[in-house]
C-alpha cells in the first residue's frame, strides 16, 4: 500500500465520517426541538463538532506529507493541531453543559422549577443514533485493513464512534428509564423533572476523560516530548536493538511523534572500524524495517 492510496483511503473514510457525523449533529437538533432534552441536546452538539472536526481532518490528511521551504519534513504538525482545538472544543460543550444543567437541578431543588420532556421521539433516536455510530466503527475498520492498519486516524475515529455509539445510547436510555422510573415509583417523581438533567451529569463524567486525554497527548507532541505509548516505545526500540545491537552500543534515544511523522534520534557508539562503514547501511535498513508498520518516519544515527 503506497502512500498516495493510504492518504486517498483515509480522505474518503473522512469524508463519509463527516457526512454521518454531521447528519447525527442536525438530528440531536431535531429532536431536541420536539422532546426539549438537553441530553440529546448535547449528543447533537458533540456528533456536530466531530462532523467540523473530521472534514478539517479530511483537509489534513491531504497536505500533511507536502514538503515545502517552510516545512521541510511535512506538515505533520497540523495533525496535532487539529486533534488539539477538537479535544478544546469537545471539553467547552461538556463543561458548558455541566453548568447548565447542574443549575437546572438547584432551581429544582430550591424553587421547584420543573422541566418536563417528551419521550415519544427518543426511543426511535437512540436506536438510530446507535446503529449508525457502530456501523460508522465498523466502516472506519474495514477502511484501515485497506491500509495495512497504519493510519492511526482511522484507528483513533474508529475507537472515538464506538464510544459516541455508547454515549447516546447513555443518553437516550439513560433518559427514558429515569422518566419510566419518576412515573411508576412514589417519591421519584423528580426524576420526570430532572432526569434529564442527570443524565446529562453522567454523560459529561463519563466523557470527561477523552479530550482531557487529546488534549494532552497532542500538546505533548505539538511541544516535541518524547513518544507517550509505552508501547509503541517498546516496539521501536526492540526493532533498534535487533538491527544495530551488532556493531553499536545504543547510548541514548529520542523518539517523538507529530500526528503521523515518527522522529527517531538515536546515538550510538560503534563497536569497531567495521561499524562505521555500516552506519548509512543500518539507518536504511532501520528505516526499512520501521516502514512495515509507521508510514512517515525521519530516523537518523548521530554518533555520541
Known sequence: MNK???SSIERQSL????????????????????????ALLLDGNYNMVNGIASFFAFYVAKIRAQKTTTFPFGKFIYEALYSLVKGILVLGILVAALWDNSVKIINYFSEGIKHEVNTLPIAFYTI????????????????????????????????????????????GGGL????????????????????????VLLFVLIAFKEPFHIIRHNFI??????????????????????????D???????????????????YVKPKNEKALR????KRDELRTSMSDKYENTLIELILA
Do not use: P
Open 221 to 246: 507532541e505539538l511541544a516535541g516530548g518524547q513518544l507517550q505509548s509505552q508501547k509503541e516505545q517498546d516496539n521501536i526500540l526492540n526493532q533498534i536493538q535487533r538491527i544495530l545491537s551488532e
Open 248 to 266: 553499536f552500543s545504543i547510548e541514548n534515544n529520542y523518539i517523538s511523534k507529530t500526528g503521523s511523522l515518527y522522529t527517531m534520534l538515536v
Open 15 to 38: 469524508f463519509v465520517g463527516a457526512l454521518v457525523y454531521l447528519l447525527m449533529g442536525f438530528c440531536g437538533w431535531i429532536v431536541y426541538y420536539l422532546s426539549h432534552s438537553e
Open 278 to 281: 555500516l552506519l548509512t547501511a
Open 176 to 199: 427514558l428509564l429515569c422518566t419510566y422510573l419518576g412515573s411508576i415509583i412514589s417519591g421519584w417523581e423528580f426524576l420526570m423533572y430532572i432526569g434529564d438533567a442527570i443524565v
Open 128 to 171: 438510530a443514533m446507535v446503529t449508525l455510530c457502530f456501523t460508522l466503527a465498523f466502516y472506519y475498520k474495514q477502511q484501515n485493513k485497506k491500509t495495512g492498519d497504519k493510519s492511526s486516524m482511522l484507528k483513533t475515529d474508529a475507537q472515538t464512534a464506538i464510544i459516541d455509539g455508547m454515549l447516546s445510547g447513555l443518553a
Open 4 to 6: 498516495l492510496n493510504t
